[in-house]
């Protein structure tokens, strides 16, 4: 494409980012949208959205966000794939952005789950309801705990995506503690009815973030979507529960157990950040030496969210997975 505000891949350029997020492809994706509320894993409500590249659509990507996201948090991946002729479904996880939360959790910033499965079923549903109408082949972009819930999704669905690709996803969440004592601690807070109240070393969101401790490296990606999350409540989660972290680490063991990642027939190609605090780089070399059709790349001066870089970083690691999206690796 050939556009000033814009890379060829339609990603945006960022000295003008503000303006040209503002200004340009929120317009452009939101006249493509179509907002769905579906009927979630037991009966809780699933925002969901699709967008429509035209009736030449070369495929359909679906984006499953991670941990504290939300949909809208892509925007500018959603209007590259526009650009270059895909469709788009994407939704809110349960406990997420517009998507049923549990009320008995009264603080909008946290974060819980009872079952992680919850968050597979979910996803379950979203695929059967409308990827399944949307234009193919269907091809997956999952970052953190959206790669968590999408490794078991695919160890139950092996050949339910044509391609995969895997941002710094949270194969093992870094608790800062040895996996087995987090699950110990988790556990106990549960017996002592805590499992729905904010783990120890969380605070409540208090407005805007902090840059330098962020998980973004593109200070100009960062500046729009703290706005746009400082503006909307239902973006505030920004912690987790005892349960959500110890069901976190019963999704690590599920994903590797035994005779499961072998299971996945889909290529896929997962990308580690290489400053990446908030998930383990040994436990995604793991997942990936067992698939049948796995690549593993590290993206150096890239922290965990890998989609909010520098334009230097960004640009090339995006374009890497378009290629890849139309077989070309």
């Given at each position: 494409?050939?556009?000033?505000?814009?890379?060829?891949?339609?990603?945006?350029?960022?000295?003008?980012?503000?303006h040209t997020?503002?200004?340009?492809?929120?317009?452009?994706?939101?006249?493509?949208r179509t907002e769905i509320t579906l009927t979630g894993d037991g009966g809780r409500p699933l925002y969901c959205c699709k967008y429509d590249a035209g009736a030449a659509a070369a495929g359909t990507v679906l984006i499953v966000h991670g941990f504290t996201e939300n949909a809208d948090k892509f925007a500018e991946l959603i209007h590259s794939l526009l650009r270059n002729g895909y469709s788009v479904a994407?939704?809110?996880?349960?406990?997420?952005?517009?998507?049923?939360?549990?009320?008995?959790?009264?603080?909008?910033?946290?974060?819980?789950?009872?079952?992680f499965m919850e968050y597979v079923r979910d996803m379950e549903i979203v695929v059967s309801q409308v990827l399944s109408a949307?234009?193919?082949?269907?091809?997956?972009?999952?970052?953190?705990?959206?790669?968590?819930?999408?490794?078991?999704?695919?160890?139950?669905?092996?050949?339910?995506?044509?391609?995969?690709?895997?941002?710094?996803?949270?194969?093992?969440?870094?608790?800062?503690?040895?996996?087995?004592a987090a699950g110990l601690m988790c556990a106990a807070a549960k017996r002592l009815g805590k499992s729905k109240k904010r783990i120890f070393a969380s605070k409540p969101y208090a407005g805007p973030e902090d840059f330098v401790t962020s998980a973004a490296t593109g200070r100009e990606r960062f500046d729009w979507y703290d706005a746009v999350k400082a503006a909307n409540p239902a973006f505030?989660?920004?912690?987790?529960?005892?349960?959500?972290?110890?069901?976190?680490?019963?999704?690590?063991?599920?994903?590797?157990?035994?005779g499961a990642v072998e299971k996945i027939d889909a290529p896929v190609r997962l990308f580690t950040a290489e400053l990446d605090g908030s998930v383990m780089p040994d436990a995604q070399q793991a997942f990936v030496s067992r698939l049948k059709n796995g690549e593993r790349t590290l993206v150096k001066g890239a922290k965990h969210e890998i989609y909010r870089s520098t334009d230097e970083v960004l640009?090339?690691?995006?374009?890497?997975?378009?290629g890849f999206y139309r077989g070309e690796s």
């Open positions: 494409m050939s556009d000033a505000r814009y890379n060829p891949d339609g990603l945006v350029l960022s000295g003008d980012y503000r997020m503002q200004d340009f492809v929120l317009p452009y994706i939101a006249a493509r994407a939704y809110d996880q349960r406990g997420h952005g517009r998507s049923w939360r549990d009320p008995m959790l009264g603080d909008v910033s946290l974060t819980h789950v009872d079952d949307m234009p193919k082949p269907h091809l997956l972009f999952a970052h953190s705990m959206g790669g968590a819930v999408s490794a078991l999704y695919l160890e139950a669905h092996p050949a339910a995506f044509a391609r995969v690709a895997l941002c710094a996803p949270m194969i093992l969440a870094n608790f800062h503690m040895p996996p087995a505030h989660n920004n912690g987790p529960t005892y349960g959500w972290t110890g069901q976190a680490v019963w999704a690590n063991r599920q994903i590797l157990a035994p640009f090339p690691w995006w374009h890497g997975i378009l």
